[in-house]
């Protein structure tokens, strides 16, 4: 089963990858972990990347598919995989399209008041990097980390005007990426706004239908 996981930020795409990967035993595979492994490894686009983020730019499109190519032609995602991050643009999309067949595209869906809640209620520990939010997961002294007794603080990235603008730019890059895989009957919604484990639920649903 090869799947392609679209998502805003705080939608909790990751996290339901890790489990749909446990759950189904196929791979998880982010492009960071593309890259990364491309690096170490020290194939020929591994280097090439490398120089590329040593310099702080952004990895180019054509060799990013190279990456994902060479990635998706080793032995463990012969049981399948979940693409996470990837494909970003239609180009990336079509490529893709070439070489492997794509079973499904789950796309979560999260309303714009309930991301920028999500993010922008976010407070990380300046001591241990511990995650708190605060309604949802609060500590026990406002402000205080539970388990290292550092101050929290609200990342930059995390903030409202900040959180509204990478909206912005996700929605510009995911738009035609949705209407592509829409029109080609592999797009699944899920309603990512109730709790993990009922976007795991939904998820199960829609894989188990597939396999049938
Ligand atoms: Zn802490």
Do not use: W
């Amino acid at each position: 089963m090869n799947l392609i996981f679209l998502g805003p930020p705080g939608a909790g795409k990751g996290t339901q990858a890790k489990i749909t990967s446990k759950t189904y035993g196929i791979l998880h595979i982010s492009t960071g972990d593309i890259f990364r492994k491309a690096v170490a490894d020290r194939t020929e686009l591994g280097k090439q990347v490398k120089e590329i983020m040593e310099r702080g730019d952004l990895v180019p499109d054509n060799l990013t598919i190279s990456l994902v190519k060479e990635r998706l032609t080793e032995d463990d995602v012969k049981q399948g995989y979940i693409l996470d991050g990837f494909p970003r643009t239609v180009l990336q999309a079509e490529k893709l399209a070439e070489f492997q067949r794509i079973d499904a595209v789950i796309n979560f869906r999260l309303s714009k008041e309930e991301i920028i809640r999500r993010l922008s209620g976010r407070r990380i520990c300046s001591g241990c990097g511990a995650i708190y939010h605060i309604t949802d997961y609060p500590p026990e002294v406002p402000g205080i980390c539970d388990k290292c007794g550092e101050k929290l603080y609200h990342r930059e990235d995390d903030k409202v005007e900040a959180v509204e603008k990478r909206l912005e730019v996700y929605n510009k890059q995911t738009e035609p990426l949705i209407s592509f895989y829409r029109k080609r009957n592999l797009l699944y919604d899920i309603d990512s706004s109730i709790n993990p484990e009922n976007s795991e639920q939904q998820i199960m649903k829609i894989l188990d239908e597939i396999n049938k």
